[in-house]
T-cell receptor
Framework: DAKTTQPNSMESNEEEPVHLPCNHS???????IHWYRQLPSQGPEYVIH???SNVNNRMASLAIAEDRKSSTLILHRATLRDAAVYYC??????????????FGQGTILTVHP | SQTIHQWPATLVQPVGSPLSLECTVE??????LYWYRQAAGRGLQLLFY??????ISSEVPQNLSASRPQDRQFILSSKKLLLSDSGFYLC??????????????FGPGTRLLVL
């Protein structure tokens, strides 16, 4: 299975952009990178996923390096509600189509007012 | 729209007592269902997953079991709880898509404290 590495914690000020990095140097050519986040006392929620090109949705942007060995989750304007643990999820192994997510320790994002 | 329910929200149980946590999904058919546990200060650990009625796969050996009696119902059980079973239990669902693009949707969770 591919492994991921994320910083333990990051801090940001409200309304500033936040760039959350993830290294996934063992990723294979057809593996997607997924990001989830977990707000305090809640279950995780899906944020975004991508394969090769940059992806955008209403929550965030995902910038994937050209060699696909790293990616960056971008929150364009952090709010206090974005304070959470952000997980970069390695792709699952195996030949089945269901998603077996492996959650690491993630990055604890603190947003200051 | 799809929704996922878990109950109870919190539970305090003595060691050695039985456990039954229930998860139901609305608004979708034949979902893949998952049980995760998050111990205090730790990451999420996948316990069980199910791709259909009566089909359960276990990821981690333990004194817990899971059952799927109906398409959109997933139950986590134990005959005798241990102190180490304390944690935040999360149910999740997904639908089968092209490999690698599946998104999981999590319920609100059940906080279990075993004393």
């Amino acid at each position: 299975d591919a492994k991921t590495t994320q910083p333990n914690s990051m801090e940001s000020n409200e309304e500033e952009p936040v760039h959350l990095p993830c290294n996934h140097s063992t990723i294979s050519g057809t593996d997607y990178i997924h990001w989830y986040r977990q707000l305090p006392s809640q279950g995780p929620e899906y944020v975004i996923h991508g394969l090769t090109s940059n992806v955008n949705n209403r929550m965030a942007s995902l910038a994937i390096a050209e060699d696909r060995k790293s990616s960056t989750l971008i929150l364009h304007r952090a709010t206090l509600r974005d304070a959470a643990v952000y997980y970069c999820i390695p792709p699952y192994a195996g030949g089945t189509s269901y998603g077996k997510l492996t959650f690491g320790q993630g990055t604890i994002l603190t947003v200051h007012p | 729209s799809q929704t996922i329910h878990q109950w109870p929200a919190t539970l305090v149980q003595p060691v050695g007592s039985p456990l039954s946590l229930e998860c139901t999904v609305e608004g979708t058919s034949n979902p893949n269902l998952y049980w995760y546990r998050q111990a205090a200060g730790r990451g999420l650990q996948l316990l069980f997953y199910s791709v259909g009625i009566g089909q359960i796969s276990s990821e981690v050996p333990q004194n817990l079991s899971a059952s799927r009696p109906q398409d959109r119902q997933f139950i986590l059980s134990s005959k005798k709880l241990l102190l180490s079973d304390s944690g935040f239990y999360l149910c999740a669902w997904s639908v089968t898509l092209m490999r690698g693009q599946e998104t999981q949707y999590f319920g609100p969770g059940t906080r279990l404290l075993v004393l």
